[in-house]
């Protein structure tokens, strides 16, 4: 059964940091997807990553896919407050056509 | 505009009763799918449908059931056989064949 693990759960950091959020996942697998979930909304899709070693970057986000480890992450660059966002990661195991296994999510918080 | 579309956006249940939630999309999707979510949580697949007249449990079927005579609508029913239905539902579609998923904006159901 596969397992998508992230962390931290919540973050909060102050305008102008840098961090990054994980994401593991338990079996093999080539796609892994970012979402952004604001309060009481539905999920935007952020980056689609479809190979080991990928890389996408929008703004202040950037994510990276290692399918070796097994790890995605999603690194937040001079944070602001527009992005204090609930952040899943999502992972089609290979095999399982179109249906993908959620993490619990990252609730981000940015602090003026 | 293509998209999803999801009614209502709030529904009121007393238990007992069922309730139908909707879901279309006009973007030609070939796969359709339901998704749970509670507070604080990351979401649940409840069923998918990858071709019409056709459909799939996910991890938490028991308490609901699904329809698919048309492409373009994924009906959700909640019974009363669902022991705790108040919850966040969100539909997606996508490509069988890319697997990123798009949402609609979601049905709260509360249960009085």
């Known amino acids: 059964e596969l397992k998508v693990e992230q962390n931290p759960l919540f973050l909060s950091m102050q305008e102008g940091k840098n961090y990054t959020i994980y994401c593991n996942y338990s079996?093999?697998?080539?796609?892994l997807y970012w979402y952004r979930q604001d309060p009481g909304k539905s999920l935007e899709s952020l980056f689609v990553?479809?190979?080991?070693?990928a890389v996408k970057q929008e703004g202040r986000l950037m994510a990276s896919l290692d399918t070796k480890a097994r790890l995605s992450t999603l690194h937040i660059t001079a944070a602001v407050h527009d992005l204090s966002a609930t952040y899943f990661c999502?992972?089609?195991?290979?095999?399982?056509?179109?249906?993908?296994?959620f993490g619990t999510g990252t609730r981000l918080q940015v602090t003026l | 505009d293509g998209g999803i579309t999801q009614s209502p956006k709030y529904l009121f249940r007393k238990e007992g009763q069922n309730v139908t939630l909707s879901c279309e999309q006009n973007?030609?999707?070939?796969?359709m799918y339901w998704y749970r979510q509670d507070p604080g949580q990351g979401l649940r697949l409840i069923y998918y449908?990858?071709?019409?007249?056709?459909?799939q449990k996910g991890d938490i079927a028991e308490g609901y059931s699904v329809s698919r005579e048309k492409k373009e609508s994924f009906p959700l029913t909640v019974t009363s056989a669902q022991k705790n239905p108040t919850a966040f539902y969100l539909c997606?579609?996508?490509?069988?064949?890319?697997?990123?998923?798009?949402f609609g904006p979601g049905t709260r159901l509360t249960v009085l």
């Open positions: 999502a992972v089609v195991s290979t095999g399982t056509a179109s249906k993908l296994t």
């Open positions: 079996t093999t697998s080539d796609r």
């Open positions: 997606a579609s996508s490509q069988v064949r890319y697997n990123e998923q798009f």
């Open positions: 973007l030609n999707h070939d796969a």
């Open positions: 990553l479809l190979s080991n070693g």
């Open positions: 449908s990858q071709i019409v007249n056709d459909f």
